[in-house]
């Protein structure tokens, strides 16, 4: 290399220092956003219905599509995103453009969801398409307590309003696209998202018909197995579902695209250590460094540069595997999914720690140890993060902090019964609002397989129960040879 080990590691912790590891949301800038070709379907006009884990971008996505100018970059690569107008139906930041909670909660005993979610694209269609649908509409600042009972009893007349709607866009030459995010937040139990939930998917389904109005629906994967689909057409939204994961090479595809958009002189060391291994391949456009063909970013090549960074060993020799592969493994979950937010978690507590311990005879800038020491924080952030949603599920893998996986299937049962005589059952009392609800009759079993379905755990070939270091380390379990639980 022909920048100091020292300079280096001092680049890279300027860098990620200023990542908001622990932070759900991030507005995305022409700098920060990285596009997987895996993720351009995801993003098309045409889409209605993406589906993907916690972390792994959707409501990043959501935001982008919102963002002009990242917008005209993506249409790139997907051509229907030109010229289109976007606003947001449902997200995780309030705004006057849907209901509150409080308010679905107000609305939902005496209308149907479906009714609720019409007066939100009503709102949406008219605002974008400026036009004047009547005196004896609700106006556009109208509560919704007004809006969605005239929504409700004029069905004929909203019907033309949305017609009319899609006849104005296409004579300006767009399209209108309105996205949904965050709809787990839309109520306090899973028997009121679902409802709204399943009303807006089958609204969304009656859109489609329209040829410049669009919907976009962001699912969490666990929301969306909830859903029975057992309206009509609803094999049409299945069909045309997109999952959003990240491989390996994406994962460090958006690593380096944010390492090369570094400030001052420590984003000018990184891209010039980027170069040495892609020379040209580096562009920059409005202030900040795109690649010209992320085609060239394969794993072989990736690997290189990152082990310019960590070295080729997890140790003193291969025996303990390579940075390159060993870093997304150990923050795979059990279906081998790794989310951006934990794999750039990891990546900036390794940097940090680094710079901070300055390791003897280090021969690269990221020691070994410090990626360790990186999985550790980016379980414990994934702990938290999934105990937001899933209380009863972190509630539970408590129980098992110091045992020792994997193990025999009876052993986690067993301190499953000991802090929960009543069985499940118990689990749905002290957390009425987001537990399954079968499990009122459901055995151990069912609950082990549910928690499969969330990524937790999983059975081994031989019945024992196991759990992926994403999680293991941040509950507190341990296994030989493995990274060790924080204290």
């Known amino acids: 290399m ?29 700098a920060t956003f990285f596009t997987p070709p895996s ?26 599509l919102q963002k002009e100018d990242v917008r005209s970059l993506l249409g790139q690569a997907a051509p229907d995103l030109r010229g289109i107008h976007v606003t947001i139906g449902h997200g995780a930041i309030p705004c006057e453009e849907y209901p509150s909670p409080s308010t679905f909660a107000s609305l939902l005993p005496g209308h149907d969801a479906a009714s609720i979610w019409r007066a939100v694209l009503l ?59 965050a709809l787990d937040r839309v109520a306090s139990s899973w028997k009121d998202i679902d409802e709204l939930t399943t009303g807006l998917l089958r609204t969304a389904l009656q859109f489609s018909t329209f040829s410049h109005i669009k919907t976009k629906i962001f699912l969490r994967e666990d929301h969306c197995s909830r859903i029975s689909f057992s309206f009509p057409d609803a094999s049409k939204l299945l069909a045309s579902k997109v999952e959003l994961s990240w491989t390996r090479a ?33 562009e920059e456009r409005d202030g900040a460094w795109f690649f010209k063909n992320t085609g060239e970013l394969t794993d072989n090549v990736l690997k290189l540069l990152f082990h310019c960074l960590t070295g080729p060993y997890m140790g003193k ?82 129980e098992l902090r110091g045992m020792n996986v994997p193990c025999p299937f009876q052993s986690v049962q067993d301190r499953w019964q000991e802090a929960y005589a009543e069985g499940p059952s118990a689990l749905v009392r002290m957390h009425p609002s987001h537990t399954p609800p079968e499990f009122e009759s459901a055995g151990w079993a069912e609950v ?40």
């Open 317 to 398: 020799d291969r025996r303990r595997g390579m940075p390159y592969t060993w870093t997304v493994g150990h923050l795979a979950d059990a279906r081998q999914q790794t989310s951006p937010r934990s794999f750039m978690a990891a990546i900036a507590r390794a940097c940090q720690d680094s710079h901070d311990k300055k390791y003897a005879g280090m021969n690269y800038p990221i020691h070994y140890e410090s990626i360790k020491s990186g999985v550790q924080i980016a379980s414990q952030i994934r702990v938290a993060e999934m105990q937001e949603d899933n209380r009863w599920a972190t509630e539970l893998l408590k």
């Open 250 to 282: 994406e994962l460090y595809g958006m690593l380096w695209k944010r390492l090369c958009n570094g400030e001052g002189a420590s984003g000018q060391c990184l891209r010039g250590l980027f170069a040495e291994h892609l020379p040209g391949s580096l």
């Open 123 to 181: 709102k949406a269609c008219v605002s974008a398409a400026g036009l004047e649908p009547g005196a004896d509409m609700p106006h556009s600042g109208a509560e919704w307590k007004t809006l969605v009972p005239w929504v409700a009893d004029n069905p004929e007349r909203v019907d033309r309003i949305f017609l009319d709607a899609d006849r104005a866009f296409a004579r300006q030459g767009m399209s209108l696209l309105i996205v949904f995010d």
């Open 39 to 64: 993720h351009i379907r995801a993003l098309r006009l045409h889409t209605p219905l993406v589906v993907g884990a916690r972390g792994v971008g959707k409501t990043f996505w959501a935001q982008a």
């Open 448 to 487: 082990r397989r549910q928690l499969e379905s969330l990524g937790f755990c999983l059975t081994l070939s031989d019945g024992r129960f196991n759990m992926p270091d994403l999680y293991r380390v941040g509950f507190g379990l341990g296994r030989k040879g493995g990274v060790k639980p924080l204290s």
């Open 2 to 30: 022909s920048y100091p080990v020292s300079e280096i590691q001092e680049a890279l912790w300027q860098v990620t220092d200023s990542i908001p590891i622990s932070a759900e949301y991030e507005a995305p800038t022409l």
